[in-house]
């Protein structure tokens, strides 16, 4: 399992072909309380870099993109009932979807971890 990173303060945790995308917690604290998410249903194709769900919080709204085109699989029902989980685990349990990956070689692209510590610090 390898997580990926992009500037937009999305991730990406690839299995295999699956990927599960979240906003990083760094994305979250720029946030504040998140109220409400918006997930993609499973079946939706979308593109590298394409609007793939919505966060709103008390502060801002906020489209989540694709760090990697694919196939969506399944929506996080959770997020949705309960919008808090983005705040207490970004990077676990406060997921918004999961994709099986459409290219792989889109993953060149994205950040490793401590390059995407590095791009943080450098804000």
């Known amino acids: 399992m390898t997580v990926y990173y992009t500037r937009e303060h999305e991730w990406v945790r690839v299995e295999g072909d699956s990927g599960t995308v979240g906003i990083t917690d760094f994305a979250q604290q720029q946030l504040g309380d998140v109220v409400f998410v918006e997930v993609p249903e499973a079946g939706r194709v979308i593109g590298k870099g394409g609007e793939a769900a919505v966060v709103e919080s008390v502060k801002a709204a906020s489209d989540v993109y694709a760090p990697v085109g694919g196939t969506v699989t399944e929506g996080n029902q959770a997020v949705v009932d309960e919008p808090s989980l983005v705040n207490t685990d970004s990077e676990g349990e406060g997921w918004f979807f999961k ?25």
């Open 99 to 123: 994709l099986t990956l459409g290219d792989s070689r889109e993953l060149d692209d994205l950040m490793n971890a401590a390059e995407y510590l590095a791009h943080c610090a450098s804000l």
